[in-house]
T-cell receptor, first 112, second 114 residues
Framework: QKEVEQNSGPLSVPEGAIASLNCTYS??????FFWYRQYSGKSPELIMS????GDKEDGRFTAQLNKASQYVSLLIRDSQPSDSATYLCAVNDGTSYGKLTFGQGTILTVHP | EAQVTQNPRYLITVTGKKLTVTCSQNMNHEYMSWYRQDPGLGLRQIYYSMNVEVTDKGDVPEGYKVSRKEKRNFPLILESPSPNQTSLYFCASSFAATGANVLTFGAGSRLTVL
């Protein structure tokens, strides 16, 4: 069974700080990596995707991928209380395109 | 408005009573998928469909059936529900399944099996 692991948290950071969320995956052939955000009682929404090693930036969000070490991370700069949510890491192995495996999610709380 | 619509949003039923959760998308997406979400376990994939008449098992298919007769609809069928199928269910779709998996999720269906 392919596994995607996240620290469930909760991760608590002060407003304005950098929040760092981490995800490791077991399958070396994984090709596509995603971060979804889920507010309490709502459905997940995509915030970042990354496909190659290195960093990808989008506004206050930066995704980092290291395939050799099998981890992907999400940095949130200038964290805001509105960033408080559960962040889900998802991985697709590229051989079975339809199968997307999610981690259990990390709860982030940004306090004023 | 582009969306994935699930029904019912909330359902309480009893063990063994067949039920169907409907899912419909209006974005002409090829790919559709069902997930269940349980505390501490995250989202787990039940079934997915790459296109009409093409379906395949996810990680937790036991006790569920699906069909994809039309591109827009992907119902989830519980032939004989059991209490361990009490969960929050999400339907999702994307334009193509070729590794992109940029999913649009429905609002979720909370199912309780007594």
């Amino acid at each position: 069974q392919k596994e995607v692991e996240q620290n469930s948290g909760p991760l608590s950071v002060p407003e304005g700080a950098i929040a760092s969320l981490n995800c490791t995956y077991s399958d070396r052939v994984s090709q596509s990596f995603f971060w979804y955000r889920q507010y309490s009682g709502k459905s997940p929404e995509l915030i970042m995707s990354i496909y190659s090693n290195g960093d990808k930036e989008d506004g206050r969000f930066t995704a980092q991928l290291n395939k050799a070490s099998q981890y992907v991370s999400l940095l949130i700069r200038d964290s805001q209380p509105s960033d408080s949510a559960t962040y889900l890491c998802a991985v697709n192995d590229g051989t079975s395109y339809g199968k997307l495996t999610f981690g259990q999610g990390t709860i982030l709380t940004v306090h004023p | 408005e582009a969306q994935v619509t699930q029904n019912p949003r909330y359902l309480i039923t009893v063990t063994g009573k067949k039920l169907t959760v409907t899912c419909s998308q209006n974005m002409n997406h090829e790919y559709m998928s069902w997930y269940r979400q349980d505390p501490g376990l995250g989202l787990r994939q039940i079934y997915y469909s790459m296109n009409v008449e093409v379906t395949d098992k996810g990680d937790v298919p036991e006790g569920y059936k699906v069909s994809r007769k039309e591109k827009r609809n992907f119902p989830l069928i519980l032939e004989s529900p059991s209490p361990n199928q009490t969960s929050l269910y999400f339907c999702a779709s994307s334009f193509a399944a070729t590794g992109a998996n940029v999913l649009t999720f429905g609002a979720g269906s909370r199912l309780t099996v007594l």
